[in-house]
């Protein structure tokens, strides 16, 4: 280990990313109870159906400990939980849709709220899946509008309103005849999936399946 990484792990040492217990440095983000426990899903458990997509796999279920760490994740600046989850979702990924898709990208934000968060947890999420994929995401969405917060509304077809029109492709040459793999943090309803979905199949995309970290 070099010098700057030891003061590192003394100044902020390494804790579990879904328990948040103290781990030793070099080990696995994720600690052995939380890898024995987690709500991992398999088969049709980790499917979310969506109208425009084909199939969307993740690879925990949002409750407990999962659901704290995507919002420290997504709403309190753990950027750092980004090469833990790409892992847990390019293992997911490798598993159940090697050779479906030709193109990663993700689900952005709008630039609104990349301004305010400074950051985009989504497109986080999939350059380090990508990585471990031996592979690059690449952006193909603009989100235009600031709908509502999807996790304010309950209803379906109040959330499929909610995102309608939102996004744009911002290359079509790009997603033309692609067959794209979109990824995001959590997936709900599968509306904001579908309506990037709809999107990019109406730019000229072939078909769309996506990975979301946690299904909730
Ligand atoms: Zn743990």
Not at 32 to 42: A, H, K, V, Y
């Amino acid at each position: 280990m070099g010098f700057l990484a030891s003061v590192m792990d003394i100044l902020f040492p390494p804790r579990c990313v879904f328990c948040r217990r103290f781990i030793r440095s070099g080990e696995p983000d994720i600690c052995s109870d939380c890898r024995g426990s987690l709500p991992f899903l398999e088969g049709s458990a980790a499917e979310t159906a969506g109208e425009y997509f084909e199939t969307c796999l993740s690879p925990l279920r949002c409750e407990g400990s999962v659901r704290a760490a995507v919002q420290r994740f997504t709403f309190k600046n753990a950027v750092g939980y980004a090469d833990c989850f790409g892992a847990l979702l390019a293992d997911c990924i490798r598993e159940n849709l090697s050779g479906r898709y030709d193109i990663i990208s993700w689900v952005p934000l709008s630039e609104t709220r990349l301004k305010t968060r400074g950051y985009d947890q989504a497109f986080l999420l999939a350059q380090a899946a990508a990585l471990s994929l031996d592979d690059i995401a690449v952006e193909l969405l603009v989100r235009h509008t600031d709908a509502k917060a999807q996790a304010s509304l309950t209803d379906h077809s109040e959330r499929q309103e909610n995102v309608k029109g939102v996004f744009a492709v911002t290359d079509p040459e790009l997603a033309a005849g692609k067959r794209i793999l979109l990824i995001d943090d959590v997936v709900t309803s599968g509306a904001t999936l579908s309506e990037c979905a709809r999107t990019l199949l109406e730019a000229g995309a072939l078909s769309v399946v996506c990975a979301a970290l946690a299904k909730g």
